[in-house]
């Protein structure tokens, strides 16, 4: 008799909640182990179950919701099941529901990476922007296409070198334009998100569609509370550093709602009055004008780094009932930058000699000299001068969900605007002034079952890109169609999708993905998954410019960055084809305990004409004694690329130290093969070499994540390691940032640094003074060799400080 006892020694209780924290009545519980137990939420979204201890999947079905199955890890006398369902018109690219057992681990299946950072983990770090909580996941890497300064662009590339593989979404909603295919990230702010979640790869279960391959960084914006919560918090650090914002979340009635209001200044690390050479590889001359010479003087300028960003959000929902809901969300984003500081960088490199072994040389304002120095001055400024760079963002969606016969409709309208205004020299196409502007209207309908789902659904999406140059706006409009499903059978689970697009632009597209996870006794999981997917064209890669006529001479257009020293600028290509890709993911989950797990992915992606930018020459040969005396840089399809690698996750939480750790890997292996001679990456540049890693993808990055609260005080800190080739173009680096600080009834007072310790710190980039890439060089005869080519030295901000009072209501 006492083993029967024993066998249903243990009550369990738990809740069903939304992520606003309202209850789910009649969702269906399932607990499978040697037997099978089944309970259902009451009106408050609690349940009861009497089972044995051990571990059990466990699957929660709710109509209207996303099912979940999890292992739940070890289950004894009173432990307590904590679900939130995310609803099927999730602002999530995945939807993925979080289950924990007594503030503990589970087991996931999720057949792709995905890795989400919390608001309370960027908070407690005392993080700013949300691009320094991206640096944690090692499949991430920050491409700085104009220089390592804050005022700079902040773009992601997942897995590769291209931005423009990867989707930037806010709520599902893309927001990728189509100037360069990415979204500047640097002004993000922390105060009007809830997380931000990176999915990896290729997922069978991706509501956005095919056009990826290197995966998604979806920004949660904050989401309405069932309680109402008021935040305000202010701040001030180094460099004239100030940051006010305001959080405002509830429920009034059945309208749920989240306010967000930031202001950020910052009077920057430089400011000061400088000479500054032209960037234009003409000799420094500041004679008479002459037959052979012409006036190439230095000139006196202003180099700032300031920065005046405000951001709002506005995300109201209301309840009809349990499962039918609509809501309207606005985002605006706007600041100004001075890049002056960024874009007027330090010959880093001597180019100049004048006389004797090794001397150097560099201009004197007070000479006046009338001889010609070669350019660029070796330890003086470069760059275009004064460069202010301003950017606005408005992002809106509404949508709705309501039961329909035996499943869920949901709608879908987004509408974005991304505008970048830009006066001085550029130096990338990141600042060429342009608005991109988006329509999406969305519609699907999807049943779950208690052990499966599927939806079905489209999109249809309008695109125009405007801007200096380009005669009227260039169009294009997008249909999309998906049929997706999961089904599970025991420990067995499959996941299938199959996604049609249409663009006008370049016709008709279509992809699948497969997904497959089973259960390796109680506490371990693999999962496995393949798919394709593409990279369209961008808007401003299929137009080309054309040629204007001054004062009776051919020039190229305006719209155009500047003439380089062999007198060539960029240029679209009509003719260009999207990307292709195969990928394959293995990944392997284990549970040690209830406070310790451990994710471990390997992965390849093979892509097909791969979109690489060709350079007439290869740096050779000069066009500007050639008729018309200009030529073009142009994308065009070329040979094939390798992703691959492995990255793994391990967390563990120590509750006798109160200390939460988290420890990340990647291996990330990028390089390119069957290419022609002289083509590089649009957005890392680099002379690609077949074969060989592409530059600024670094092999291997990591982190460490250390967390500790104990009696109102709280610590943090983050350490992050980048490897050889990363995208500074320095030696392996490790950034350390770190929070302490102390809450006090509803006042939480909080001392924040990043750079501790000044990784890669400096104001000024040193042009060719980075590390080396070992590219390809023209040689005679039309043949080449492989040489070390320069590179960049990129620098980040040093140490500061901030202080940060929160008050919590």
Same mark, same amino acid.
């Given at each position: 008799?006492?083993?029967?006892?024993?066998?249903?020694?243990?009550?369990?209780?738990?809740?069903?909640?939304?992520?606003?924290?309202?209850?789910?009545?009649?969702?269906?519980?399932?607990?499978?182990?040697?037997?099978?137990?089944?309970?259902?939420?009451?009106?408050?979204?609690?349940?009861?179950?009497?089972?044995?201890?051990?571990?059990?999947?466990?699957?929660?079905?709710?109509?209207?919701?996303?099912?979940?199955?999890?292992?739940?890890?070890?289950?004894?006398?009173?432990?307590?099941?904590?679900?939130?369902?995310?609803?099927?018109?999730?602002?999530?690219?995945?939807?993925?529901?979080?289950?924990?057992?007594?503030?503990?681990?589970?087991?996931?299946?999720?057949?792709?990476?995905?890795?989400?950072? &919390?608001?309370?983990?960027?908070?407690?770090?005392?993080?700013?922007?949300?691009?320094?909580?991206?640096?944690?996941?090692?499949?991430?890497?920050?491409?700085?296409?104009?220089?390592?300064?804050?005022?700079?662009?902040?773009?992601?590339?997942?897995?590769?070198?291209?931005?423009?593989?990867?989707?930037?979404?806010?709520?599902?909603?893309?927001?990728?334009?189509?100037?360069?295919?990415?979204?500047?990230?640097?002004?993000?702010?922390?105060?009007?998100?809830?997380?931000?979640?990176?999915?990896?790869?290729?997922?069978?279960?991706?509501?956005?569609?095919?056009?990826?391959?290197?995966?998604?960084?979806?920004?949660?914006?904050?989401?309405?509370?069932?309680?109402?919560?008021?935040?305000?918090?202010?701040?001030?650090?180094?460099?004239?550093?100030?940051?006010?914002?305001?959080?405002?979340?509830?429920?009034?009635?059945?309208?749920?709602?989240?306010?967000?209001?930031?202001?950020?200044?910052?009077?920057?690390?430089?400011?000061?009055?400088?000479?500054?050479?032209?960037?234009?590889?003409?000799?420094?001359?500041?004679?008479?004008?002459?037959?052979?010479?012409?006036?190439?003087?230095?000139?006196?300028?202003?180099?700032?780094?300031?920065?005046?960003?405000?951001?709002?959000?506005?995300?109201?929902?209301?309840?009809?009932?349990?499962?039918?809901?609509?809501?309207?969300?606005?985002?605006?984003?706007?600041?100004?930058?001075?890049?002056?500081?960024?874009?007027?960088?330090?010959?880093?490199?001597?180019?100049?000699?004048?006389?004797?072994?090794?001397?150097?040389?560099?201009? &004197?304002?007070?000479?006046? !000299?009338?001889?010609?120095?070669?350019?660029?001055?070796?330890?003086?400024?470069?760059?275009?001068?004064?460069?202010?760079?301003?950017? !606005?963002?408005?992002?809106?969606?509404?949508?709705?969900?309501?039961?329909?016969?035996?499943?869920?409709? !949901?709608?879908?309208?987004?509408?974005?605007?991304?505008?970048?205004?830009?006066?001085?020299?550029?130096?990338?196409?990141?600042?060429?002034?342009?608005?991109?502007?988006?329509?999406?209207?969305?519609?699907?309908?999807?049943?779950?079952?208690?052990?499966?789902?599927?939806?079905?659904?489209?999109?249809?999406?309008?695109?125009?890109? !405007?801007?200096?140059?380009?005669?009227?706006?260039?169009?294009?409009?997008?249909?999309?169609?998906?049929?997706?499903?999961?089904?599970?059978?025991?420990?067995?689970?499959? &996941?299938?999708?199959?996604?049609?697009?249409?663009?006008?632009?370049?016709?008709?597209?279509?992809?699948?993905?497969?997904?497959?996870?089973?259960?390796?006794?109680?506490?371990?999981?693999?999962?496995?998954?393949?798919?394709?997917?593409?990279?369209?064209?961008?808007?401003?890669?299929?137009?080309?410019?054309?040629?204007?006529?001054?004062?009776?001479?051919?020039?190229?257009?305006?719209?155009?960055?500047?003439?380089?020293?062999?007198?060539?600028?960029?240029?679209?290509?009509?003719?260009?084809?999207?990307?292709?890709?195969?990928?394959?993911?293995?990944?392997?989950?284990?549970?040690?305990? &209830?406070?310790?797990?451990?994710?471990?992915?390997?992965?390849?992606?093979?892509?097909?004409?791969?979109?690489?930018?060709?350079?007439?020459?290869?740096?050779?040969?000069?066009?500007?004694?050639?008729?018309?005396?200009?030529?073009?840089?142009?994308?065009?399809?070329?040979?094939?690329?390798?992703?691959?690698?492995?990255?793994?996750?391990?967390?563990?939480?120590?509750?006798?130290?109160?200390?939460?750790?988290?420890?990340?890997?990647?291996?990330?292996?990028?390089?390119?093969?069957?290419?022609?001679?002289?083509?590089?990456?649009?957005?890392?540049?680099?002379?690609?070499?077949?074969?060989?890693?592409?530059?600024?993808?670094?092999?291997?990055?990591?982190?460490?994540?250390?967390?500790?609260?104990?009696?109102?005080?709280?610590?943090?800190?983050?350490?992050?390691?980048?490897?050889?080739?990363?995208?500074?173009?320095?030696?392996?680096?490790?950034?350390?940032?770190?929070?302490?600080?102390?809450?006090?009834?509803?006042?939480?007072?909080?001392?924040?640094?990043?750079?501790?310790?000044?990784?890669?710190?400096?104001?000024?980039?040193?042009?060719?003074?980075?590390?080396?890439?070992?590219?390809?060089?023209?040689?005679?005869?039309?043949?080449?060799?492989?040489?070390?080519?320069?590179?960049?030295?990129?620098?980040?901000?040093?140490?500061?400080?901030?202080?940060?009072?929160?008050?919590?209501?």
């Amino acid at each position: 008799m006492l083993p029967i006892l024993l066998a249903v020694c243990c009550l369990v209780g738990g809740s069903v909640r939304t992520p606003s924290g309202a209850p789910i009545a009649r969702a269906e519980i399932t607990l499978r182990g040697a037997q099978t137990f089944g309970a259902t939420t009451d009106d408050r979204g609690n349940f009861t179950v009497t089972i044995p201890r051990g571990r059990y999947d466990l699957t929660v079905a709710s109509r209207g919701y996303a099912t979940v199955t999890v292992n739940t890890g070890d289950v004894s006398e009173g432990s307590h099941i904590d679900v939130v369902l995310e609803p099927s018109d999730t602002p999530q690219l995945r939807t993925i529901g979080v289950v924990t057992v007594s503030g503990g681990y589970t087991l996931t299946r999720d057949v792709v990476p995905e890795v989400s950072v &919390s608001r309370a983990q960027m908070d407690a770090l005392g993080y700013t922007q949300v691009s320094q909580a991206l640096q944690q996941v090692p499949s991430v890497v920050i491409q700085r296409p104009d220089a390592g300064a804050p005022t700079s662009p902040e773009v992601v590339s997942l897995r590769g070198p291209d931005p423009s593989e990867a989707l930037v979404t806010l709520d599902g909603q893309l927001l990728n334009d189509g100037n360069t295919g990415d979204m500047d990230l640097s002004q993000f702010a922390v105060p009007a998100f809830n997380s931000v979640n990176v999915t990896e790869g290729l997922g069978p279960m991706d509501s956005e569609g095919s056009n990826t391959f290197g995966g998604a960084v979806n920004f949660v914006s904050l989401r309405p509370t069932q309680t109402n919560h008021l935040n305000f918090s202010t701040s001030a650090g180094s460099y004239g550093t100030t940051q006010t914002w305001l959080n405002a979340t509830g429920t009034l009635g059945k309208l749920g709602y989240a306010l967000a209001a930031d202001n950020f200044q910052q009077a920057g690390q430089v400011n000061q009055y400088d000479w500054v050479v032209p960037a234009n590889n003409l000799p420094v001359y500041c004679g008479p004008q002459t037959p052979k010479k012409t006036p190439n003087c230095p000139f006196h300028a202003h180099l700032g780094s300031s920065i005046a960003a405000r951001l709002g959000l506005i995300n109201l929902d209301y309840n009809f009932s349990q499962g039918s809901d609509a809501g309207f969300r606005v985002f605006t984003l706007g600041n100004v930058r001075d890049e002056s500081g960024a874009l007027n960088g330090i010959a880093g490199n001597p180019t100049c000699v004048l006389s004797g072994p090794g001397a150097a040389c560099g201009f &004197s304002p007070s000479s006046g !000299s009338s001889n010609e120095i070669p350019n660029p001055v070796f330890g003086d400024h470069v760059g275009p001068g004064s460069a202010n760079f301003a950017q !606005s963002v408005r992002a809106y969606q509404a949508y709705s969900r309501t039961p329909l016969g035996s499943g869920t409709l !949901s709608a879908n309208f987004y509408a974005a605007d991304n505008n970048v205004d830009f006066s001085g020299g550029a130096v990338s196409p990141y600042d060429v002034a342009h608005r991109d502007t988006r329509y999406n209207e969305a519609l699907s309908w999807g049943r779950t079952f208690e052990e499966g789902e599927f939806v079905f659904g489209g999109y249809l999406r309008q695109e125009a890109l !405007s801007g200096a140059g380009i005669t009227g706006p260039l169009n294009q409009s997008i249909q999309s169609y998906f049929l997706r499903g999961s089904q599970e059978v025991g420990t067995f689970r499959l &996941s299938a999708g199959l996604y049609d697009a249409n663009y006008s632009t370049f016709g008709n597209t279509l992809n699948w993905r497969l997904g497959l996870s089973d259960d390796l006794g109680s506490s371990s999981d693999v999962h496995f998954s393949v798919g394709t997917g593409f990279r369209p064209p961008l808007l401003a890669e299929l137009y080309f410019f054309p040629p204007v006529v001054v004062n009776g001479k051919l020039q190229p257009n305006p719209g155009l960055p500047p003439l380089d020293a062999n007198c060539i600028t960029a240029n679209g290509n009509p003719l260009e084809r999207p990307e292709h890709a195969t990928e394959y993911e293995l990944g392997f989950s284990h549970l040690f305990s &209830s406070r310790s797990t451990l994710d471990v992915s390997l992965y390849r992606s093979n892509l097909r004409d791969t979109i690489e930018n060709y350079y007439p020459g290869g740096g050779a040969k000069s066009f500007c004694s050639t008729p018309p005396g200009f030529a073009y840089e142009i994308p065009v399809n070329i040979g094939n690329a390798v992703y691959e690698g492995a990255e793994a996750h391990y967390k563990e939480t120590f509750p006798r130290l109160n200390i939460t750790a988290t420890l990340a890997y990647g291996l990330n292996v990028a390089y390119p093969y069957a290419l022609g001679p002289f083509v590089s990456n649009p957005t890392s540049g680099g002379t690609l070499v077949d074969y060989q890693q592409f530059v600024g993808v670094p092999q291997q990055q990591g982190s460490v994540t250390l967390s500790w609260a104990k009696n109102g005080w709280h610590a943090a800190t983050a350490l992050t390691i980048a490897g050889r080739n990363n995208t500074l173009n320095q030696p392996p680096y490790t950034m350390v940032d770190g929070a302490a600080g102390w809450s006090y009834r509803h006042i939480d007072f909080t001392l924040a640094a990043t750079n501790i310790f000044n990784a890669v710190s400096g104001p000024f980039t040193l042009y060719a003074a980075g590390v080396p890439y070992r590219g390809l060089y023209p040689g005679p005869n039309n043949t080449t060799f492989l040489a070390n080519t320069p590179t960049d030295a990129l620098f980040v901000q040093p140490a500061a400080l901030k202080f940060i009072v929160t008050v919590h209501e």
